[in-house]
């Protein structure tokens, strides 16, 4: 949880268990940037809902070897 101290706003406590917001760190972390939120955009898809994906929580694997982001850039 040290990596997120600087996020305390996105870090979730409910039902004794910890939350993280990473949607929205990695949107202010752009937003130290200027990357202007007119050109940041989200597919909305779950990757715990979307087998396509790999999803720790869903998944729960003993080693994890699989990461992946997609940035780019419109013309």
Do not use: H, W
């Amino acid at each position: 949880m040290d990596k997120f101290n600087l996020y305390p706003e996105f870090i979730i406590r409910k039902n004794n268990k910890i939350f993280v917001d990473l949607k929205n760190i990695i949107k202010k972390q752009l937003d130290k940037f200027k990357i202007i939120p007119e050109n940041i955009e989200d597919n909305k898809e779950c990757t715990f809902e979307n087998n396509k994906y790999f999803s720790f929580r869903r998944d729960k694997p003993k080693i994890v070897e699989t990461m992946i982001a997609v940035i780019g850039m419109k013309n």
